[in-house]
């Protein structure tokens, strides 16, 4: 269940006369399996949605949430996830945990989740697919459900439609030359190109490498790439700033279909993401650029 969907069903229950308790990550130090600003949510039966991070914290910490719902209270708990640690909870990751606990009930519990929504949907950063095609389609509904503000453009009204892309924040059908005066791209935006001819892909790509897009992926062959590369070295485009596009875009997991190019693509995009986050995991350990 995605979060927009847990809030949903979250503020159902709620309206119906249930009571819970939102379980968040409020600090961590050391090795834990999240990080801060993870959540879930509890009812009195126990675990509605969400994660905390799997395992004996995620256990124990349902099980004090269900505790302080009893009560219908808040409140905040330390989890130590180290073996030898006199508190420890079994865990051996090595790390340790605070947790927040906030009973939610009636109007004031609804307006709670809704400003969490508003908070996480501006945390989540904007990916432009161009292309509406088979990948697209795929790749739209897997980064929507990772966390990305997904927004389409194709030339094809057919293909460009709410109803094609429902998880879309934004869908436009408009002529590719006509981006540069339609979109503004942030510096934290991700963009793929994946329209239907190498001719537009060249004209989407020479936009994005005038923008300060974070990430820019070009689905394709390597031979198309070196093609692309050469037209856009033409271009005046430095070959540093060419080589930063993932091109061909995803992670090289021999990929076929339509559904397995989306993950190879969500996987390398989570790479990207996790290291603008500065995630520890990607800090303290080796990762391995696919491209």
Not at 83 to 104: Q, T, Y
Not at 147 to 168: H, I, N, Q, T, W
């Amino acid at each position: 269940m995605d979060t927009a969907a847990l809030i949903d069903q979250s503020i159902r229950l709620l309206e119906n006369g249930e009571v819970l308790e939102l379980v968040k990550i409020v600090s961590s130090a050391g090795s834990t399996p999240r990080g801060s600003d993870a959540f879930m949510i509890v009812g009195k039966s126990g675990p509605v949605g969400g994660t905390v991070g799997g395992g004996a914290v995620e256990r124990r910490s349902a099980e004090d949430a269900v505790s302080f719902l009893l009560r219908k209270e808040d409140g905040k708990k330390s989890y130590s996830l180290t073996r030898s640690a006199k508190k420890s909870i079994g865990m051996i990751c090595g790390g340790d945990v605070e947790i927040s606990f906030r009973c939610l009930s009636g109007k004031d519990g609804t307006e709670a989740l809704r400003k969490l929504e508003r908070k996480l949907r501006m945390q989540r950063p904007a990916v432009w697919i161009f292309g509406g095609g088979h990948v697209s389609y795929c790749t739209a509904s897997e980064l929507a459900r990772i966390g990305f503000d997904v927004r389409v453009y194709d030339d094809r009204k057919e293909l460009a439609s709410r109803e094609r892309f429902p998880e879309a924040s934004e869908v436009i059908a408009a002529p590719y030359d006509e981006i540069g005066k339609r979109l503004k791209i942030g510096a934290g935006d991700y963009i793929l190109i994946m329209t239907e001819g190498h001719e537009h892909d060249y004209e989407v790509q020479k936009f994005a490498l005038g923008t300060e897009a974070v990430y820019i992926g070009v689905i394709g062959s390597h031979a198309k790439a070196a093609e692309l590369s050469s037209r856009l070295s033409e271009d005046g485009f430095s070959a540093e700033k060419i080589a930063s596009c993932h091109a061909p875009v995803g992670i090289q997991i021999g990929a076929e279909t339509p559904e397995e190019i989306a993950v190879s693509i969500a996987a390398e995009m989570i790479l990207v993401r996790a290291r603008q986050e500065k995630r520890r995991k990607v800090l303290e350990h080796k990762v391995i650029d696919y491209r």
